[in-house]
């Protein structure tokens, strides 16, 4: 079986540089302070491997509730997670189960992590109006640096103007136009997190549980 637990660190936090300036610190910050007091969000993540996309989907639902997906492009199916207060389940098998209290618990962990605004850990600068998407956002970018891998990339966060909140996160090669390594793009409408209904029949409900 594959592992039941699956980590939210790497979009909990880590993946927010520093900010070079006082100014574009204090707007890009306010913008993830802002994101973590919504009442749900969504983000989904892209990073490409050597045998395709790595997505993952975690949708975050105020005060207690989330759901967290991995499609590995090395798997036949998808790892999830449900985690609604001090109770979790699991599908990693083609059916979900709820899980005992010691992996409950750690997914009650990584969610109480995950409401925690990102922290900064390289240098950006404010870019003004700059185009994503055909769409136009207040940009927020990296100068070039190494990645992991040696390769030179740069990152830009886009905020929505309208509303203050970041709606993409990317990550790309400094020197060409190809498909970004990272993509992690925020949502914040129609998010709804529920207990799996197979496991909820004929016990009590989860509101019953809380």
């Given at each position: 079986?594959?592992?039941?637990?699956?980590?939210?660190?790497?979009?909990?936090?880590?993946?927010?540089?520093?900010?070079?300036?006082?100014?574009?610190?204090?707007?890009?910050?306010?913008?993830?302070?802002?994101?973590?007091?919504?009442?749900?969000?969504?983000?989904?993540?892209?990073?490409?491997?050597?045998?395709?996309?790595?997505?993952?989907?975690?949708?975050?639902?105020?005060?207690?509730a989330i759901y967290n997906k991995i499609e590995s492009p090395t798997e036949d199916a998808p790892v999830e997670t449900i985690g609604i207060g001090k109770w979790a389940?699991?599908?990693?098998?083609?059916?979900?189960?709820?899980?005992?209290?010691?992996?409950?618990?750690?997914?009650?962990?990584?969610?109480?992590?995950?409401?925690?605004?990102?922290?900064?850990?390289?240098?950006?600068?404010?870019?003004?109006?700059?185009?994503?998407?055909?769409?136009?956002?207040?940009?927020?970018?990296?100068?070039?640096?190494?990645?992991?891998?040696?390769?030179?990339?740069?990152?830009?966060?886009?905020?929505?103007?309208?509303?203050?909140?970041?709606?993409?996160?990317?990550?790309?090669?400094?020197?060409?136009?190809?498909?970004?390594?990272?993509?992690?793009?925020?949502?914040?409408?129609?998010?709804?997190?529920?207990?799996?209904?197979?496991?909820?029949?004929?016990?009590?409900?989860?509101?019953?549980?809380?």
């Amino acid at each position: 079986m594959r592992a039941v637990v699956l980590s939210l660190a790497a979009l909990a936090g880590g993946i927010f540089p520093a900010l070079a300036d006082d100014k574009c610190k204090g707007e890009l910050e306010a913008a993830f302070v802002k994101q973590r007091a919504q009442p749900a969000f969504r983000t989904v993540a892209s990073a490409q491997t050597l045998n395709g996309p790595l997505i993952r989907t975690i949708d975050f639902v105020a005060p207690d509730a989330i759901y967290n997906k991995i499609e590995s492009p090395t798997e036949d199916a998808p790892v999830e997670t449900i985690g609604i207060g001090k109770w979790a389940w699991a599908n990693t098998e083609g059916g979900w189960e709820e899980q005992p209290p010691h992996n409950a618990q750690v997914v009650a962990q990584e969610r109480e992590a995950y409401k925690v605004p990102p922290k900064a850990a390289a240098d950006f600068t404010c870019l003004g109006t700059v185009k994503y998407e055909g769409k136009a956002f207040v940009g927020y970018g990296t100068a070039v640096a190494k990645d992991t891998d040696g390769m030179d990339v740069v990152t830009t966060v886009y905020v929505a103007p309208e509303t203050g909140l970041p709606a993409y996160y990317v990550t790309k090669s400094a020197k060409s136009d190809g498909p970004a390594k990272f993509v992690a793009a925020y949502s914040y409408e129609g998010i709804t997190v529920t207990a799996p209904n197979e496991l909820l029949a004929g016990s009590e409900s989860s509101a019953d549980k809380k």
